[in-house]
């Protein structure tokens, strides 16, 4: 799953753009979030319309693509900023990437409101025919005090307020999925992706029990374990023979990124053709072995588990 | 003859919004002056650091502060009041403040049958924030619904029981400007108020 970030400011020192670093940071384990920068946006004009601009565009795309957005908003005069308002006017005028997507709004204030008023208005700003966002329901995350909220790294100081917003998040990733899954029109495989079992808690014939899934060096210890052959050593293929070392050669010099997960939904192999960093989909030889769940964050692995189940 | 200041809240140059504020001033000349001002031209608001209001906002401050009351006409935008609306405000509730406890009559048109309702409704809480604090006219929605047919060619309403709502609002507005003169006992403590919002902004 990809989400989109908002901080809904231009000021250059925002603790709404700190909180919401925050969420992408801390949670980076649960769900993939970009940032995404108003700052180039220019006033809303319907006499003179911008939407082919390049800052325009650039929102109107990175939004379109994204499975959902998370906006971070601060409260000036009992309501959101003009320049928030403006994105939203924009994005409603001649495009409306925010149609039919799940949004959540936080927000944080100097004073004990937390942005309520505003979080309320950009609800139903939202909801706006022309914006026509799916605002998710209820949850409130008001951070009040906000100028003693967060220690020098950026970190949220309060435990309680952490884990309160984790679970705010969970929720929504939930309502994400099912607000998309309502969205797509007739794909009917959607259940079966979710039923997924990606932490690959089950055996199949060519499981190697025994050996810890998440281990680093599970590819070492999983092979003494079957006794697996490497280097010189012939392995009897459907039509041939080759070595280990041959195969190894083989495989890396495709010029494709090649992964294998078992039906088991586990990781076992990818083609160690350059380094991590190089990759499209970056690979670490620490990561071979572990469940699906752990390799990525789940939107990406439904395709790539089921389609590359033998 | 009193002096009221009419608020554009739009940057569009073909706007109903305008042309009622135009048909106010000129149906009402004879009851009180009414300047028009344009919000648009601002800098998006951004909160500087070094405190510096654009010299136009400073401009805008100082007629309003002139003035007996203002007139906002708006549009709506997305269930809201327009941005470049919100934006001028902001800028005349940052440092300075204009608004405090001004007289404020708000008024709206569009082309649907709502007549800017939440428009209204929205630009009535952001008024009454603690930066701003107006003293914004109770029980007074003017809404304009329809308003390609809702004036002729030469700007004039043409619905008469519009008119008729129109001319009793604004004889309301004259009289609450007159009470307001009376309601100064918040002003104080809304000024303190104020004064405490700016250093936390400036800190």
Not at chain 2, 87 to 111: C, Q, R, T
Request: glycine share 6%; hydrophobic share 40%; no cysteine.
């Amino acid at each position: 799953m990809k989400l989109v970030g908002i901080a809904g400011t231009v000021e250059d020192k925002s603790y709404n753009k700190i909180l919401l670093q925050f969420i992408a940071n801390h949670f980076s384990r649960l769900v993939d979030i970009e940032i995404l920068g108003i700052e180039d946006i220019p006033m809303f004009d319907q006499d003179n319309d911008q939407t082919n601009s390049g800052a325009i565009q650039y929102l109107n795309r990175k939004i379109s693509g994204a499975d959902g957005v998370i906006i971070a908003t601060p409260e000036h005069n009992h309501t959101i900023t003009a320049a928030l308002k403006s994105v939203i006017e924009w994005l409603s005028f001649k495009v409306h990437p925010f149609s039919n997507k799940p949004v959540m709004i936080v927000g944080a204030s100097y004073y004990e409101q937390g942005s309520s008023r505003a979080q309320l208005n950009l609800r139903q700003i939202l909801e706006a025919p022309g914006v026509n966002a799916i605002v998710f329901p209820g949850n409130e995350f008001l951070l009040a005090n906000v100028k003693e909220a967060f220690d020098d790294n950026g970190n949220l100081k309060d435990d309680k307020t952490t884990a309160f917003l984790e679970s705010t998040l969970q929720k929504f990733l939930k309502f994400v999925k099912v607000i998309n899954t309502m969205d797509q029109a007739s794909g009917g495989n959607d259940d079966a992706a979710d039923s997924e079992d990606l932490n690959a808690t089950g055996k199949i014939s060519t499981t190697i029990e025994d050996v810890d899934m998440a281990a680093d060096d599970w590819v070492e210890k999983a092979a003494e374990k079957v006794h697996a052959v490497d280097g010189n050593t012939y392995v009897k293929l459907d039509r041939g023979l080759l070595t280990v070392d041959q195969l190894n050669y083989f495989l890396n010099s495709m010029p494709i990124e090649l992964t294998y997960a078992d039906s088991n939904n586990q990781f076992i192999y990818y083609n160690k053709m350059t380094d991590t960093k190089k990759m499209l989909a970056p690979r670490r030889p620490g990561q071979v072995g572990d469940p699906l769940s752990l390799v990525h964050p789940s939107g990406l692995l439904r395709e790539l588990s089921t389609s590359f189940t033998p | 003859m009193r002096k009221y200041i009419g608020l554009v809240g739009t940057n569009t140059k073909q706007s109903t919004n305008r042309q009622l504020l135009q048909f106010m001033k000129r149906h009402f000349k004879k009851q009180a002056e009414i300047e028009l001002i344009e919000v648009s031209g601002l800098p998006m608001f951004n909160k500087p650091q070094d405190k510096q209001v654009p010299a136009r906002a400073i401009e805008i401050a100082k007629k309003i502060d002139a003035s007996d009351g203002v007139i906002i006409s708006t549009p709506e935008y997305d269930h809201a009041v327009p941005a470049v609306l919100m934006n001028a405000l902001e800028w005349l509730s940052y440092g300075i403040h204009p608004l405090l406890d001004k007289p404020v009559m708000i008024i709206g048109a569009s082309f649907g049958s709502l007549g800017t309702s939440r428009a209204q409704a929205h630009l009535r809480q952001m008024l009454d924030s603690p930066e701003i604090s107006a003293r914004v006219m109770p029980s007074s929605e003017y809404l304009v619904g329809h308003v390609l047919e809702a004036f002729d060619d030469q700007g004039n309403l043409t619905d008469k029981d519009k008119v008729k709502q129109l001319d009793a609002l604004f004889a309301d507005y004259q009289q609450f400007v007159e009470i307001s003169k009376e309601l100064w006992h918040t002003l104080k403590v809304d000024k303190e108020e104020v004064k405490k919002i700016d250093a936390e902004d400036f800190k």
